[in-house]
């Protein structure tokens, strides 16, 4: 069974920094896909950026870039230039290139930004 | 312009009542989900419905019962409440291909007590 690991419950980042997310995966699967949510204090979940397993290069959404490792089965998630509104927690999850859909998360990182 | 909506957002309930949570997406997708988020923040897919069809169902009790009337609608029944299942329950759709990208809706928080 695949499962996704988020070893960090909370993370702090100065207003403008960079701070990384990390997130490793185990899976026996050689296709499959990974994404990035945001889930504010609003509780909204909000996809931040995905990956598709066979794509060597990075994806990156504007100051949203991820590191995907395929080897290390390792995709984290660096965000530049923090800014206020992207304080929220972070979910990590998988989904199998198979047709059942379903994502399975981490336990999520809750990232606060400092003025 | 609401992609995926939930009723009621806020549901507060005695144990042992039956109660029904209602999503709806306006995306045009043919998959819909409901997923569970417990007091950790911990989420765990629940079922999924594609085309009015059931594909997925999770080791959930079968108090509860997802209904699909449509491609636009999934529901959530939930017969004899328990203090458990206090939870957020989420909503999401998805068009199946290759990415099948899931939205969210906005949570329904269900307090049983």
């Not at chain 1, 598709?52 to 490792?69: G, I, M, P």
């Not at chain 1, 080897?71 to 979910?91: C, N, P």
């Not at chain 2, 039956?18 to 995306?27: R, V």
């Not at chain 2, 009337?69 to 290759?98: M, R, T, W």
Request: charged share 20%.
């Amino acid at each position: 069974a695949q499962t996704v690991t988020q070893s960090q419950p909370e993370m702090s980042v100065q207003e403008a920094e960079t701070v990384t997310l990390s997130c490793t995966y185990d899976t026996s699967e050689s296709d499959y896909y990974l994404f990035w949510y945001k889930q504010p204090p609003s509780r909204q979940m909000i996809l931040v950026i995905r990956q598709e397993a066979y794509k060597q290069q990075n994806a990156t959404e504007n100051r949203f870039s991820v590191n995907f490792q395929k080897a290390a089965k390792s995709f984290s998630l660096k965000i530049s230039d923090s800014q206020l509104g992207d304080a929220a927690m972070y979910f990590c999850a998988y989904r199998s290139g198979s047709n059942t859909g379903k994502l399975i998360f981490g336990q999520g990182t809750t990232l606060q930004v400092k003025p | 312009d609401t992609a995926v909506s939930q009723t009621p957002k806020y549901l507060v309930t005695q144990m042992g009542n039956d109660k029904s949570i209602k999503c709806e997406q306006n995306l045009g997708h043919d998959t819909m989900y409901w997923y569970k988020q417990d007091s950790k923040k911990f989420l765990k897919i629940m079922f999924s419905y594609n085309n009015k069809e059931l594909i997925i169902n999770e080791t959930v009790p079968n108090r509860f019962s997802p209904k699909s009337p449509d491609k636009a609608h999934l529901n959530l029944h939930i017969n004899s409440l328990e203090l458990g299942d206090s939870a957020v329950y989420f909503c999401a759709s998805s068009q199946s291909g290759d990415w099948e990208t899931q939205y969210f809706g906005p949570g329904t928080r269900l307090l049983v007590l």
